[in-house]
């Protein structure tokens, strides 16, 4: 059973941090590129970060260029997401999502809230 869950989520001030993790069970993690997606309510849901399946090429949305890192450990089968300096246009639903890249089968997490507020 395909399993993506995440973790890390919360209420945090503006200019703090989070570490967003997600733990994958049930496929070949290493022959999936990983993303985090995020949606905050009345918008549409955007790309925030990806990564390789080695680790070795990321990709990032312009909003959170230099704030945010992307990066795998696919030894523990868990991506994650280092978000510094948050603003409050940064709340949103974020969610992990796993796509094959052999088989082209996407997988969604459940998602994990952050909001970012004084």
């Known amino acids: 059973q395909v399993q993506l869950v995440e973790s890390g989520g919360g209420l945090v001030q503006p200019g703090g941090s989070l570490r967003l993790s997600c733990a994958a069970s049930?496929?070949?993690?290493?022959?999936?590129?990983m993303s985090w997606y995020r949606q905050a309510p009345g918008k549409e849901r955007e790309l925030v970060a990806a990564i390789a399946v080695t680790g070795g090429s990321t990709n990032y949305a312009d909003s959170v260029k230099g704030r945010f890192t992307i990066s795998r450990d696919n030894a523990k089968n868990t991506v994650y997401l280092q978000m510094n300096s948050l603003k409050p246009e940064d709340t949103a639903a974020y969610y992990c999502?796993?796509?094959?890249?052999?088989?082209?089968?996407?997988?969604w997490g459940q998602g994990t809230q952050v909001t970012v507020s004084s």
């Open positions: 999502v796993a796509q094959g890249v052999r088989s082209g089968a996407y997988y």
């Open positions: 049930g496929f070949t993690f290493s022959n999936y590129l």
